[in-house]
């Protein structure tokens, strides 16, 4: 648990700037980040959203900058 939580720390700061690049990302190139793990996939979005995301919801698949 304690390595998948790591991964998804790295991923959260890799997508971080990923996000301020392009303005915002979908939940398919978090799921890419992830390896297609589904652990590491939502503890990434977890961390995203404790960094200050909106990480969106299932209508609006999508991570972007909270205003």
């Known amino acids: 648990m ?3 939580k790591d991964e998804a720390r790295k991923n959260s700061e890799l997508l ?3 996000i ?3 303005g ?3 939940w398919t190139r978090v799921l890419e980040v992830a390896v297609h ?3 590491v996939y939502k503890l990434t979005l977890k961390y995203l959203r404790q960094n200050g995301f909106d990480i969106g919801n299932n209508v609006m698949p ?3 900058r909270s205003i």
């Open 2 to 4: 304690d390595q998948c």
């Open 16 to 18: 971080s700037d990923e």
């Open 20 to 22: 301020s690049k392009n």
């Open 24 to 26: 915002e990302i979908s």
């Open 37 to 39: 793990d589904e652990l």
């Open 62 to 64: 999508r991570v972007k």
